[in-house]
């Protein structure tokens, strides 16, 4: 997406100076008219973008979490936003963060409302939190709002430190497993295989199998490597397609054990985020396409917009929700008696809750069942490599007594 460097005028009669990121030059005089904002000059900015990104790939969700936690809490002691974003620029680890913080003071205190200055940070600062914060200073809630952001994110590093935890061991051991397993193949059975040569007489079969294994792969491993590096690579491209990207979900949410837990994360950010979005203020359309856009997944996303269309007809919510595997009967029927209710945001936060629980206690199983699998693994596999070599060993022994 490019950047454009512009300069404009506010309501007041200010001149502002600014850059952002916009899909088009006609998309972004369209985004600063709806703000009330008279056009002066726009140009496009690449040296600013190439920075934009740089900086944005510097900046993690801890880095956001504790900016938006510093934030709420000096807001709400009643220090002015701009001495706010003065401060918290000067204490950021993150330098590239802090550069950013400086820049929304610098905006702020130039005329942009905060919501117009997080704007033009695009790639730090999400669409869930710039329409949060524009809700907040269009109803003068913003030390409450900001508030909200600060738990929601909160929330949202707890909860991917914990798919993290639960999907970081288990693929780390099995990967080690697997290379001791293929070192063992390829560098130590082949020394045997000479010993067993010079013995001669035919040897047990799963000898053999274990001498065949050996051959295929100092033969091919470099082959297969190969191969493994393509099929990588392919799959990293395919999933930054439409369909591509469709298909990756689909597979990964039909994955055992790994697919549930995927599944109850996926749920319980949905309610998360929606839930915050309306109790904000933010009206629910607008809600819905924040929701979609930031599900991380295309089936939830897919989900999300069909019930946005049929909230756009005049239908209830719960009905497209319905017909996806993603949300469960029970979210869909709690989801339901919220909005007959009136109480659609304090539905959806039970939810989340709910589904937080789940997420800890689907976690705590995998890791207690992961264990005993990856032990019994390493036992089968080193135990019937080590058999097999001994096998013939244990012959010769037994002929010569």
């Not at 697997?178 to 013995?199: C, E, Q, W």
């Not at 397609?241 to 990964?252: M, N, P, Q, R, Y």
């Not at 991380?296 to 897919?302: L, Q, R, W, Y």
Request: proline share 3%; charged share 20%; no cysteine.
């Amino acid at each position: 997406m490019p950047n454009f460097k512009y300069t404009v005028k506010n309501s007041e009669g200010k001149t502002v100076n600014g850059n952002a990121d916009a899909k088009s030059r006609e998309n972004l005089i369209e985004l600063l008219r709806k703000e009330d904002f008279t056009i002066i000059s726009i140009e496009e900015d690449a040296n600013v973008q190439q920075k934009s990104v740089a900086a944005a790939k510097k900046v993690k969700l801890e880095d956001l979490v504790i900016f938006s936690r510093q934030l709420a809490t000096m807001v709400e002691a009643g220090i002015p936003l701009v001495n706010v974003l003065d401060i918290l620029g000067q204490q950021v680890e993150n330098k590239a963060f802090g550069e950013t913080v400086k820049k929304l003071k610098d905006d702020v205190e130039t005329g942009s409302s905060f919501s117009q200055a997080l704007a033009k940070h695009p790639r730090i600062f999400s669409a869930l939190y710039i329409n949060m914060v524009r809700a907040g200073e269009s109803s003068g809630m913003l030390d409450e709002i900001l508030n909200r952001v600060a738990v929601y994110l909160e929330k949202t590093a707890t909860l991917q430190r914990k798919v993290k935890s639960a999907m970081v061991y288990p693929i780390a051991v099995i990967t080690i497993s697997i290379a001791i397993t293929i070192f063992l193949l390829v560098k130590v059975v082949p020394t045997f295989k000479g010993i067993f040569d010079m013995l001669g007489g035919s040897l047990p079969l799963p000898t053999q199998i274990l001498l065949g294994v050996s051959d295929f792969l100092r033969k091919w491993f470099v082959y297969g490597l190969v191969g493994v590096i393509v099929a990588v690579i392919a799959i990293v491209r395919g999933s930054k397609t439409e369909s591509g990207k469709l298909a990756l979900d689909t597979i990964v949410l039909k994955l055992p054990v790994f697919g549930n837990i995927i599944k109850k994360v996926s749920v319980a950010k949905f309610s998360r985020t929606f839930s915050t979005l309306v109790k904000s203020g933010v009206p629910i359309l607008s809600s819905l396409d924040i929701v979609a856009k930031t599900s991380g997944n295309k089936i939830v996303e897919k989900a999300v917009n069909n019930a946005k269309k049929a909230v756009q007809e005049g239908k209830n919510l719960a009905d497209p929700l319905s017909k996806t595997s993603v949300f469960p009967p029970m979210v869909v029927r709690m989801i339901s008696v919220g909005e007959q209710a009136g109480e659609l945001e304090k539905m959806l936060s039970k939810i989340a809750d709910f589904y937080d629980e789940q997420v800890d206690a689907a976690v705590d199983g995998l890791t207690s069942l992961i264990e005993p699998m990856i032990i019994l693994f390493l036992g089968v596999i080193v135990g019937g490599i080590v058999l097999a070599i001994f096998m013939p060993i244990f012959k010769i022994t037994e002929i010569l007594g």
